[in-house]
């Protein structure tokens, strides 16, 4: 390098430097570089684009679908009234300026109606919604969803046959996968050795009773003639509790002494039609005076508690549900739900909350409204969400991790100092690891005779 050169480029060294390195921040520049000798170089640099984020002051719209008439009448005000207004104070924290709409429509308890309500929202250009809160909706969109690359997610799917990995559908709660040997084992540690398998006839009935038999049968229980499976269409149970009354008295009859009906159990597996089936029930004189057994589909059943109370309680209708952990956020929804529908706070309600955390933030960090674009996001958000039903951790199908469960009765509200006619209360409690099953004697007024 000659000596020329090099004393032009410390002239230009000590000048300002190079360039860009001068251009003012936020802006374009120009810069003018003069060396000892009359040479002028002049650079025009561009500043920084600054692009506005997609989502910034937009409406996001969701779907809701709820599961039948009577979820329709809470779904809505608590996702419209409570959960809508929530996500938008989040994003108004953060600067966006986004909004979120939810879309509720109800399938009025059938399959088919879920899918037209699932292609309706994606024909509004909506691939992103919480629905399929029943089994059978579930499964009946499922095919949909994956095809045409929407996001479902559910809080009260429970079904194990769509415990499926790499699907389009996300479930918040556990899946029966691990209530079926935890409902036959609290039976078990009841004293109960027979049951009577009285269920809604679809994939979720179906599921867990494929689940429960053979572990059933493992620990030594007996079923009671054929499982009684009625149309998930059906007002009418007069025939399907015939024939299951019939089931109860063989069965009571192999068994003597004070504790003979404590042997036999029914399991029932059913949703909004539990009030019926209890009301009609109490005609039939030997199903009715053995204890029920049943899942998070009864349990804290509002409507049980409305319609068929002193049948509820007579029956006890002991039911598994995935634990409640008491966070204060789930206080403060509690509070707000009870308030605004007068009906009872439970975990899936608080599962509808979290999904709808996960949803918000995975869309705001995508900056995408589309399915396609967050799907990925789903699982690590969901792991790293400490939320209002606890940790939200999922398992490789995107359910819920297992969890200890609470068994829940239906109890006169009367012996707790409260004038409604039946409460929902837990009457025991179950531990999966150990696969021990503490009752409370002084809930249920007795004490169960045990294996």
Known sequence: ????????????????????????????????????????????????????????????KLGYIAASTTGLETGKPQMEKIYGPKMDAYAALLGYGT????????????PSLHLEKVQGLKSAGITVLIGGLWSGQAAGSLNYLNTNKMLMWSSDSTSPTLAIANDRLYRMCTADTALAPAL???????????????????????????????????????????????????????????LANQQVKTAVAKYSGPTARYRVGVVILSFDEAPVICKQAKQYSDIYTVHWWGSDGTAQGQRIMDDSPDEANAIGIYSLMSRETITPLFNQLKAEYEALVKQQYTTYRAYSYDICTVLERSMLQA?????DA????????????????????LDEFGDRAPPPYDVWGFYPGSKIGLTKPSVSIIMAQYDPDFQKTTFIDSILGFTFPGP
């Open 1 to 60: 390098m000659t000596l020329a050169v090099v004393l032009l480029v410390a002239g230009l060294i000590v000048g300002g430097g190079i360039g860009f390195f001068a251009a003012p921040q936020g802006g374009g520049g120009t810069s003018t570089i003069t060396s000892t000798s009359t040479s002028t170089v002049t650079n025009t640099v561009p500043g920084p684009v600054v692009k506005e984020l997609p989502l910034k002051n937009t409406v996001i």
């Open 99 to 110: 909004t979120f709409q939810w879309l509720v429509d109800d399938a009025q308890e059938q």
């Open 184 to 242: 036959a084992n609290v039976m078990w540690a009841a004293g109960v050795k027979e049951i009577v398998i009285f269920q809604r006839g679809d994939t979720w009935g179906d599921g867990i009773v494929n689940l429960l038999v053979p572990i059933w049968q493992k620990m030594g229980g007996k079923i009671a003639g054929e499982k009684v499976r009625y149309a998930i269409e059906s007002k009418e149970f007069a025939a399907y509790l015939d």
């Open 367 to 371: 900056q995408s409204k589309e399915a």
């Open 374 to 393: 967050i799907v990925a996001l789903q699982a690590p958000m969901a792991n790293s969400l400490f939320g209002a039903a606890g940790w939200s951790k």
